[in-house]
């Protein structure tokens, strides 16, 4: 089963004066359990295909299937239900909430999600263990390491279980 589908995607930006082609007519099929890397030099595309297929932003043209949903038929309501059910995001910047700590930004989509506490509590500490942040579940962002941060994202992102884990740069 195709997990994501592009059929002639295209996107461009327009920069001043300038057009950007982020994206032009592409054609990509993922299957359920498939890893798939994109690399390419900055600029390339590559930020713009991942927010695509998470319903971040819209194509200019072409048609998206992402776990059996036509992208550019649904609502931005619709999306937000598709990325909070089935995709799990680990973003360039980590996007941690500065106020909350380690556990607290793991539990987030969980929180979302309508989980008990006491069991986004439990996850979010199991997650950061497997992670390699044991006892370090009350740090805020800011007294993590870059690299502490980084896995904290990554917890985030795949301790609900997701069908698509969409991650920009994690390495």
């Known amino acids: 089963m195709n997990l994501i589908e592009f059929n002639n995607v295209e996107k461009d930006y327009t920069l001043g004066r300038t057009t950007v082609h982020a994206l032009h007519q592409i054609g990509l099929t993922i299957d359920a359990g498939q890893f798939i890397a994109v690399w ?5 595309g590559k930020t713009t295909l991942l ?3 998470g319903g971040l932003d819209r194509a200019d043209s072409g048609k998206i299937m992402v776990d059996a949903n036509t992208l550019d038929r649904m609502y931005q309501t619709q999306l937000a239900t598709l990325r909070l059910q089935k995709i799990g995001f680990v973003f360039q910047a980590y996007n941690l909430v ?49 690299g502490q941060q980084q896995r904290v994202a990554v917890a985030r992102a795949i301790v609900s279980n997701p069908s698509i884990v969409l991650a920009d740069e994690p390495t």
């Open 51 to 53: 927010n695509i297929i």
């Open 40 to 44: 390419g030099p900055s600029g390339s």
């Open 98 to 146: 500065p106020v909350l700590s380690a556990a607290e930004n793991v539990e987030f989509v969980m929180l979302l999600q309508g989980i008990s506490t006491s069991t986004r509590r439990q996850k979010a500490k199991l997650i950061l263990d497997d992670v390699g942040l044991a006892g370090k579940y009350d740090r805020r962002p800011a007294e993590l390491s870059g």
